[in-house]
Structure formats: structure tokens, C-alpha cells
């Protein structure tokens, strides 16, 4: 059947022009959030009933952002996060990898039983063992430079250890390693790999794209978490960017603040996927997962 | 010689002079206001002077964000992680105490004789927290406003009735000049409900639960005046007086100062900015609706936590932070009624300044939420039956099944204590 060009080109134009109208739904917020960063609270309020709201114009100053850094330690806050989640999106990648690769190419007794139940435990919300969860973090033994500890609530490692493996990235790798063509793991046997060799030197190599999917899913709910740092860490010096949007939620809430510290939160999860945005979008090629 | 003989006058004296620090025993404390620039800087400067002015304690606070206080500290409750001080909420501090997070306040209640009601936290016979300001809800309105519709000011002794306050509020609406006639902040669907509109309800004679027991609410949030009461406040919505729950939340922050409604319910912690915008504010208390005129009371208050191994200590900080020179500082810096009348002349607001009205309104208004442990489940209970009503929902059957609600809830705990 031949195509009238200029159909096509119509067809191709109305595609956009939807595409685009459905992007600026999902870019309003952002521009909303950046604009009114910039904006005192009586002008922000003013304008959220008009288009004025997407656009910088007014009283325009950076007053918010220093305001929100008088608040609260924003950069402590910030540091935190990246500290907890880059940690735990780096151990997750190498712990699930690992049990991935045992999953799918060797074989153990038990194997798909245990596969079964790691995969069950996506249905678990994480509110109903949060309660369990932290009577055990709490009496939980460490060994520092100043001796044996009992208890792990306010520190770093117990907003990292209990997240780094999970059943959906496991899940993830076991199936993007069963789609890795067999007889590159078998021609690496028979050459005389070992299992570490071919975990290391073959299948990891070919894994870029679930690794970038794996990191950035991970990296969303390390960034996003609240509720369990809410419950595990009471000092200032170690809480997390969610637990310290709080700060801004007085009786009389500063929204033009709000904004500021919001857009300053938002900056770090931009970079990671901005760093992974190819990785990522070959990963729902390949895999069919987005975050 | 002469060198080993200094470094050993060095040594003492040194030690001589870290003593009193070294024999501090330190006690952790725990506070609702992290992010309020205002209340930090007079805290950190009571608790430093209060760590200068003897050698036995020494105070360290954490600050926690208010809106997820309460859970960080029912979190760290359940790990035995507790502070000495603990900062709470006045009308959740029975459930604290009830539920084992606090002991008694070492301290004789006569000490706080002059306080306000509402800034004292008792249960089961037992002083157990002591709050540093009270807040206080009045009728935000313009002089102007009520010459023009021709309203008479209520007062104190002469509040309005619920015909008065109606006409006010058809005058308005008739007039044209507003959006709605009154504001009342229905987007804030957190404890504002319970703690600024419950008092309505106690006005037209019912009240969430049955204080004569704290056993039921059966006939107090359903009886005859609590369906009165129901009607009336669906009708503040089907009539279009009020906004309701979709409400933009800017709304008590701008509504009622660019003129969007004529009156607006809102706590003396608006005041101030209010009267910066609003040159002929007037605070007027709450209409009577039949059974007095009621506002609620009770705001953050200092406790001792269940597990202080040092209550004297907590007690001891406490007591320093209650003196007048810091009450009235919290008053000047973030606006709220000081709570003895001595404090309040040392405040630039309250010894005869605009919101001497919020002390008398709280001292003669004044009602402090059910004292019960339960309080914390009927607040939500009542917000929702509150939204549903203003929603349109059904008024009896609405508060019927907030009763049923309420009562398996303190049948599910034995009745809270409640002998």
C-alpha cells in the first residue's frame, strides 16, 4: 500500500503534538517546583491561580534558598542520602548479581524452592515487617573502635544493611542472565573458567543494561525512603533528605522554601539518571521493566 | 625538676577546673520544632543557661520535624530508646502516659498554681507534663467589615449567638464582596478538625466522647445536640458559606487577608502576620451555640520519659525553663499566649498589646480535648465523620457509625484505665 507523504507528515505532526502535550503534563510540576523556588511566599500564593506559576516572573531572588539553608542543614541532609543510597545501590548490585548468577546457571538443591520464596517476598509490604524489622536492628551487636555496641538504630549502616537485597533486583537479574546466550557460559567452562571467572569476566560485561535498571529502581527507593529512617534514627547528623522535608512544615509553612529545598533535593537524582539515562533506556528495550 | 613541677600544677589545675563539667550527668531531650528557627534559638538559650547555672545537669537536645514526632517517638518507645525529656503534644500526652512513655513530673503541681488550664497536663489524678505558651483559636474579622454589614462586635461576656452568627455570615454572603463568608482551613484535615471545631460541637451541648466516663460516645457524639450540631455544620457547606474539603491550603494564609471571606477561624499563631496585612483586625470569640462559648486549649508541653533514670534531673530543667522570662520570651518570638498572667506582662503582645484578647479568650473559653489515651483515635474518627458530613453524607448515620467506631476502640483497649 503506498503512503501519501503528506499524510505521513500529518500523521507524524498530530503524533508530536500529543507527545508533547502529554511531556508538559509531566514537566509541569518540575517547572512549577523551579519557578516558585524563586518566588516569594505572598507572589507564589498569588500566582498559583494563574499561568504565572510556570513562568519566572515577579519578584525574582535566590531568598528561598537561603532561607531553606538557615532552616536545616540541607547539605548534611543531601550527603546523607547519597552516602546511604549510592552504598547501598553498590552492595545491592553485587549481592543480588551474585545470588542472580547462583539462580540461574548453577546447579544446587533447593534452588528453585528458595528462587520461589526470594520472589514471594515481593508481595511483602515493607510497613508490615517494619515493626519486627527495627526490634531486631535494635539490639543488634557491632564491633567498633571503641568495642562491642548493642543496637545499630542511628547510624548509617542500619539505613543500608537491610536494603541491599531485595527480591525485585534479584528477580531482575535472574531474568536478564537466563536470556544471555547459553554457550557463551558453557565455551567459558570448557576453556577452563571458573564459576568467579565467568561471573566477572562474561556475564557481568554483557550486563550493563539490568544494571543500570537496577541501580536506578534501587536508587529511587533509597533516595525516597522515610519511613524507616523516620523510625531508626533520631540524631540530626544522620537523617536522610525525606525525613528532613519535615523542617519546612511549620504552622506558618514557607512555601517559597518548600520549593527551594525541593529542587535542591531533586538535583541528585537528576545526575543519576541523566549519568544512566542510555543504559536505561536500552534496559526497558531488553527487559520490559520501567521504574 | 621545675618542668615536671609545671606540667603537674598544669594537671590540677586543670582538673580542678573540668571537675563540675565531668561530674554534669547528662540528660537527652527531645523536641518537636526542628526547622522553627524562632523556637530553637530561645530553647538552645534557655538550655544553655540552664547547663551554666548548676554543676549536677547537663541538657542536650535532638529536634525532630513535628509532623512525624509522634511516630519517631512511639518508634523509639518500642527499641527502649527513649530520651529524659520528652516534648508532647498536650492532648496525646495521656495515650503517652497510659501507654507507659512517661512517669509523673517530680514536681509539686502547686508550682505551676498560676498557669493556665489548658498548659497543665494531668491524667489519672497526676500532674505528668507543663507547657511553656497555650494557643488559642478566635474569629478572625475587619472592623470595617462588620460596620459595613452592621454587626454588632461581640464580646467575651456577650458573644454571639448561633442567630447572630448566622445573620453574620448571610449578611456577608449577600453582600457580594466574598468568595465565601467564612474560612475554616477544611483542607488541614490533620488534628486542626478535632482541636478547632470539636469546640463547636461542645458548644451546642455534645462533645466527642462522654467525659463523665471516657467509656463511650454514645450520646455525646450522637445525642440530640451532637445531630444539631451536624446539621448545622453540613449546612455552613450545602449553603455555600464555607469552602470545604478540597479548600486550597493557602487559603488560611491569604484568604482572609486579600479579602476572599470575611471571616476566618484561625489560631493566634496567624495573628501576628495578620495584623501586619490587615490594619482593623479584630479577634472575636467563638459564638455560643447554646451550652457556652468554648475554644480549645492545650499545646506542646515538657515531660519526663518513662525510662529517665534521672527524673530529678529532668524535673530540675523543667522547672528552670517555666520561669516568666522565658515564657514570655516564647510569646514574643512566636506569637502564642504566655501562660501565667505574670508572663504576659513581660510580653510586648499580651500585657495590654492586640492579643491580650487570645489570654482572656483562652482563660475564659478554654476546653482541653477528652483527657483520655482514646483521644488519639477519636480525633481521626472525628475528622472523618467531620469531612464526611461537610461531603454531604448522611448526619445521623455519619455520627452513629463514628460512635460505633470510637467504642470498639476503647473496648479493644479495656477502656484505656478508665476506672
Known amino acids: ?291 | 625538676m621545675k618542668l615536671t613541677k609545671h606540667l603537674t600544677g598544669v594537671v590540677i589545675a586543670s582538673t580542678c577546673l573540668c571537675a563540675p563539667a565531668l561530674a554534669q550527668t547528662r540528660l537527652t531531650m527531645w523536641y518537636h520544632g526542628a526547622g522553627n528557627e524562632v523556637e530553637s534559638r530561645i530553647l538552645n538559650q534557655i538550655i544553655s543557661d540552664f547547663n551554666t547555672s548548676q554543676s549536677d545537669w547537663t541538657v542536650t537536645i535532638e529536634s525532630f520535624p513535628e509532623k512525624s514526632y509522634n511516630d519517631s517517638v512511639a518508634a523509639a518507645a518500642l527499641a527502649g530508646n527513649l530520651p529524659d525529656i520528652l516534648d508532647v503534644d498536650g492532648p496525646v500526652m495521656p495515650n503517652w502516659a497510659w501507654a507507659g512513655y512517661l512517669q509523673p513530673l517530680p514536681i509539686d503541681e502547686s508550682e505551676f498554681a498560676d498557669f493556665l488550664p489548658g498548659t497543665k497536663g494531668v491524667w489519672d489524678g497526676k500532674l505528668y507534663s507543663v507547657g511553656l505558651w497555650d494557643a488559642a483559636v478566635a474569629l478572625f474579622a475587619r472592623q470595617s467589615t462588620l460596620d459595613e454589614l452592621g454587626l454588632r462586635k461581640p464580646t467575651l461576656d456577650k458573644p454571639w449567638s448561633r442567630e447572630e452568627f448566622t445573620a453574620a455570615l448571610d449578611a456577608a454572603k449577600a453582600s457580594g464582596k466574598y468568595e465565601f463568608a467564612l474560612d475554616l482551613g477544611m483542607n488541614d484535615q490533620a488534628e486542626w478538625y478535632s482541636y478547632a471545631f470539636s469546640p463547636f460541637l461542645q458548644s451546642f451541648g455534645g462533645d466527642i466522647v462522654d467525659r463523665s466516663t471516657y467509656k463511650t460516645a454514645e450520646g455525646a457524639l450522637n445525642g440530640e445536640a451532637a445531630q444539631a450540631f451536624g446539621k448545622w455544620w453540613q449546612s455552613l457547606f450545602s449553603g455555600g458559606y464555607a469552602p470545604g474539603t478540597s479548600e486550597d491550603p493557602a487559603d488560611q494564609q491569604t484568604g482572609f487577608i486579600g479579602g476572599k471571606f470575611a471571616f476566618q477561624w484561625n489560631g493566634n499563631w496567624r495573628a501576628v502576620a495578620t495584623m501586619e496585612a490587615v490594619d482593623d483586625v479584630v479577634f472575636l470569640p467563638a459564638p455560643d451555640f447554646g451550652a457556652g462559648n468554648k475554644i480549645g486549649a492545650g499545646s506542646w508541653q515538657f515531660g519526663v520519659s518513662a525510662k529517665s533514670k534521672h527524673p530529678e534531673g529532668a524535673a530540675e530543667f523543667i522547672k528552670f525553663a517555666a520561669q516568666d522570662k522565658y515564657l514570655a520570651a516564647f510569646s514574643d518570638g512566636i506569637g502564642l499566649i504566655p501562660p501565667t498572667p505574670s508572663a504576659a506582662q513581660m510580653t510586648k503582645n499580651y500585657s495590654g498589646g492586640p492579643l491580650a484578647v487570645f489570654f482572656d479568650l483562652s482563660k475564659a473559653q478554654a476546653l482541653v480535648r477528652p483527657v483520655t489515651p482514646g483521644y488519639v483515635v477519636q480525633a481521626k474518627v472525628f475528622t472523618k465523620a467531620l469531612a464526611d458530613i461537610a461531603n454531604g453524607a448522611d448526619v445521623a448515620d455519619t455520627l452513629d457509625a463514628a460512635v460505633d467506631e470510637i467504642d470498639a476502640d476503647i473496648e479493644s483497649n479495656s477502656g484505656y484505665g478508665h476506672r
Not at chain 1, 505532526?13 to 503534563?25: D, G, K, P, Q, T
Not at chain 1, 549502616?157 to 528477580?171: K, N
Not at chain 1, 519511613?227 to 540530626?236: G, K, M, R, S
Not at chain 1, 525541593?262 to 534496559?283: C, D, G
Open chain 1, 1 to 291: 500500500m503506498a503512503v501519501n507523504p503528506d499524510n505521513y507528515g500529518l500523521r507524524l505532526f498530530v503524533r508530536y503534538l500529543v507527545l508533547c502535550l502529554i511531556a508538559l503534563i509531566f514537566i509541569f510540576p518540575l517547572v512549577f517546583m523551579i519557578n516558585s523556588s524563586f518566588k516569594p511566599d505572598s507572589q507564589l500564593l498569588a500566582d498559583t491561580s494563574s499561568l504565572r506559576a510556570f513562568l519566572p516572573v515577579g519578584d525574582i531572588s535566590l531568598n528561598n534558598y537561603f532561607g531553606a539553608f538557615r532552616r536545616a542543614p540541607v547539605g548534611l541532609f543531601v550527603l546523607n542520602s547519597v552516602l546511604v543510597t549510592g552504598t547501598t545501590v553498590l552492595l545491592s548490585l553485587l549481592i543480588c548479581s551474585l545470588a542472580a548468577f547462583s539462580f540461574a546457571f548453577l546447579r544446587w538443591k533447593g534452588r528453585d524452592v528458595l528462587l520461589s520464596i526470594v520472589i514471594a517476598t515481593l508481595i511483602i509490604p515493607f510497613e508490615t515487617i517494619a515493626i519486627p524489622l527495627l526490634l531486631l536492628v535494635s539490639k543488634l551487636p557491632w564491633i567498633g573502635l571503641d568495642g562491642l555496641h548493642w543496637g545499630w538504630l542511628n547510624t548509617y549502616r542500619v539505613q543500608i544493611v537491610p536494603w541491599i537485597a531485595d527480591g525485585l533486583t534479584i528477580f531482575l537479574f535472574v531474568q536478564y542472565f537466563k536470556a544471555l546466550p547459553g554457550e557463551l557460559i558453557e565455551a567459558s567452562r570448557v576453556e577452563g573458567a571458573n564459576w568467579w571467572q565467568v561471573y566477572y569476566r562474561v556475564v557481568m560485561p554483557l550486563s550493563g543494561p539490568v544494571l543500570a535498571t537496577a541501580a536506578i529502581l534501587k536508587f529511587l527507593v533509597m533516595y525516597n525512603q522515610y519511613l524507616w529512617p523516620l523510625i531508626v534514627v533520631q540524631q540530626e547528623s544522620y537523617r536522610p533528605v525525606m525525613v528532613g522535608l519535615g523542617y519546612f512544615f511549620q504552622l506558618n509553612v514557607a512555601w517559597g522554601e518548600v520549593m527551594a529545598y525541593l529542587t535542591l533535593i531533586t538535583v541528585p537524582v537528576l545526575i543519576f539518571y541523566l549519568l544512566l539515562q542510555r543504559a536505561f533506556i536500552a534496559s526497558i528495550a531488553s527487559t520490559g521493566v520501567k521504574g
